[in-house]
């Protein structure tokens, strides 16, 4: 019965179709166009590349945030040790101060940290000598590597990428030839979360503000005016030949901070009125100084550091330097220095802890000095528990017997 149906179906006549419009191209997106109106906000791209060019090269509080953080943590003096002793010479010291032919330990760990706070990502690479031995360090870009997971989930290995090359570096090894250290990120399970995107919005802000004081005094430092034409007997038009031989006189001789302070010759019927700063106008400057102020605090550096005024958070820049450091410099060369020593123990075997040293940096000598006194005053503690305390290995027998 269905072929029946089929057949009959098929013995009906199509009826007669009216003949197709011509065909015509068109925007597919035309119609989405034409719903746009104006006055919406434009704000620059997200990705690391357009983020450390608007937010780092070409901006004066991101760079100095970012240089501020990175030179403080790379200068800070590390230490190696053991459950057992804390060595003055060690392999690894000897590489981290001689990492490659082109860097020392300075220029390293502020590449490495500088990464990190714009990208959210620091890559390390290990190299070998035919034997196995670690020879260099080197820390690669984050906006040229890309990590490749796995069917679990977990990274297998990393990709370089850079002038139509690409390299892929193998970690399903025992140990990785790459040391990914990341910041937190809710969103994402490979890559990390930079203060840079955090600031995104008040880096726009601020780069708006500074090229509106740019183009304000391209035009001599003052607000524009108005042309205000009154012709005889009320006629309020210029001829289109008017019209253009005044705009044209406009722009060539008094626009531009070249032309400051030219008069004006206004003919019959022409007269120019001033335009004032309105009151949103006169707030742009404590609109880019709030602006630096979320920048400075998405980074975690004190604006009294930075030089913007406004902010009465700290009692003085003694207090300020030693937050910065505490809450800021501290945690993030902590958490690098334990990546780093867990991977490069891992290559050479060893079990290590590398560690800033605290009592070499200056802006927490007086936290130091009264932590020491507080420890050596306690005599309910032994000797192995105040040298834990202070983060000190054990003594061994030699030095507790002598």
């Not at 040229?144 to 069917?151: A, D, F, T, Y």
């Not at 607000?223 to 406009?250: C, F, H, N, T, W």
Request: with cysteine; net charge negative; charged share 20%.
């Amino acid at each position: 019965m269905v072929f029946d149906f089929m057949r009959k179906s098929q013995a009906v006549p199509a009826p007669v179709k009216a003949p197709a419009a011509p065909e015509a191209k068109a925007s597919a997106v035309g119609r989405v166009i034409a719903m746009q109106g104006n006055g919406r906000v434009a704000w620059s791209p997200r990705d690391t590349v357009s983020l450390t060019r608007t937010g780092f090269a070409g901006n004066p509080v991101g760079f100095r945030a970012v240089k501020l953080i990175a030179e403080a943590a790379a200068a800070l003096p590390l230490v190696l040790q053991d459950a057992e002793r804390r060595y003055d010479s060690h392999p690894v010291l000897a590489l981290l101060s001689a990492p490659n032919p082109a860097q020392r330990r300075a220029e390293l760990l502020e590449a490495l940290y500088g990464q990190i706070l714009l990208s959210g990502n620091g890559y390390v690479e290990a190299v070998q000598t035919d034997l196995g031995e670690l020879a260099e360090l080197h820390v690669l870009r984050s906006d040229r590597l890309s990590v490749i997971p796995g069917p679990d989930g977990w990274p297998v290995g990393y990709e370089y990428a850079v002038g139509g090359r690409k390299h892929r570096f193998d970690a399903t090894g025992p140990v990785s030839p790459i040391c990914h250290i990341k910041s937190f990120h809710p969103q994402d399970d490979h890559y990390g979360l930079s203060p840079m995107q955090a600031a995104a919005m008040a880096l726009d802000v601020h780069n708006s503000a500074s090229r509106w004081s740019k183009a304000l005094l391209d035009n001599a430092a003052r607000p524009s005016g108005a042309i205000v034409y009154k012709g005889a007997e009320g006629q309020g038009s210029l001829a289109p030949d008017q019209y253009d031989r005044l705009v044209s006189e406009m722009e060539s001789y008094h626009q531009g901070a070249r032309n400051a302070g030219r008069p004006m010759l206004l003919e019959g019927g022409l007269d120019w009125k001033p335009m004032g700063f309105s009151p949103s106008d006169m707030e742009f400057q404590k609109t880019k100084e709030s602006a630096a102020r979320e920048i400075a605090l998405a980074f975690g550096v004190p604006p009294m550091l930075m030089g913007i005024p406004g902010d009465a958070t700290y009692a003085n820049y003694q207090e300020a330097n030693r937050a910065f450091y505490r809450l800021t410099v501290l945690p993030l060369a902590m958490r690098v220095a334990g990546a780093l020593s867990g991977w490069l123990g891992g290559h050479i075997g060893e079990t290590f802890d590398l560690k800033p040293d605290l009592d070499q940096v200056p802006a927490l000598s007086a936290e130091r000095d009264a932590q020491w006194v507080r420890v050596t005053g306690a005599e309910f503690l032994t000797v192995a528990e105040k040298r834990a305390m202070l983060g000190l290995p054990a003594l061994t027998e030699d030095e507790a017997n002598g």
